[in-house]
């Protein structure tokens, strides 16, 4: 399986801030996603990071509020701009298709507090 | 798109009864459907999972079927035991086309010792 980190695992932010949040793969994989956890619900979605090219955003997630790259196979970045305590939450890295591999593992994950 | 119902929502047993979760979803083209376990402060660990090629899987104490006809997949656990306690997330995707899966709500299982 592939091996994802995340940076920072956890980060208390003021309002009115953004956070990066880095993901690194230790395998080239086809596809990467972001997803957000909120505590004791599912995953949601946030959008899909193309390489080289915008990230496909799901329905009520915007480019401007979640800026996303993904300049190669292995890395990606989650912005979160303009932060309010509503966007508190855990933020996920996700991949997919590595090698032969179908299967969807995810990275540890970022816990942030927007005070 | 597709649309995927977890239940239940919660579920407590004993040490060492079985466990079935259910799982229905609405795209008769999805064709992948992995199984979640994601224990407190940690990350989703995919567990099992099935292709739609098959209808049923087994590892241990986990299994999973899938009916195609009836739109539904089921995880069972067997012997539970209390480090089965977690949350479980299915999901459905369609390999070899647009790939986005969809997971359900999660199942909260608690197994009391």
């Known amino acids: 399986s592939a091996v994802i980190s995340q940076k920072p695992s956890r980060d208390i932010c003021q309002r009115g801030t953004s956070l990066t949040i880095q993901c690194q793969v230790d395998s080239q994989v086809t596809m990467m996603f972001w997803y957000r956890q909120q505590p004791g619900q599912s995953l949601t979605l946030i959008a899909t990071a193309n390489q080289g090219s915008e990230a496909t955003y799901e329905s009520g997630f915007v480019i401007d509020k979640f800026p996303i790259s993904r300049p190669n196979l292995t890395f990606s970045t989650l912005t979160v701009s303009n932060m309010s305590p509503e966007d508190s939450s855990i933020y996920l890295c996700s991949v997919a298709g590595g090698g032969p591999s179908i299967e969807q593992f995810f990275g540890p994950g970022t816990r942030l507090t927007v005070l | 798109g597709e649309n995927v119902e977890q239940h239940p929502s919660t579920l407590s047993v004993q040490e060492g009864d079985s466990a079935v979760i259910k799982c229905t979803y609405s795209d008769s083209a999805s064709n992948y459907f992995p199984w979640y376990k994601q224990e407190l402060g940690k990350r989703p660990q995919l567990i099992i999972d099935i292709r739609s090629n098959v209808g049923e899987k087994k590892d241990q104490r986990i299994a999973v079927t899938l009916n195609k006809t009836a739109k539904h997949f089921s995880l069972h656990i067997t012997e539970t035991q209390p480090e089965d306690s977690a949350v479980y997330f299915c999901?459905?995707?369609?390999?070899?086309?647009?790939?986005?899966?969809?997971f359900g709500r999660g199942t909260s299982l608690i197994v009391h010792p």
């Open positions: 999901a459905a995707s369609r390999r070899g086309g647009s790939y986005i899966p969809t």
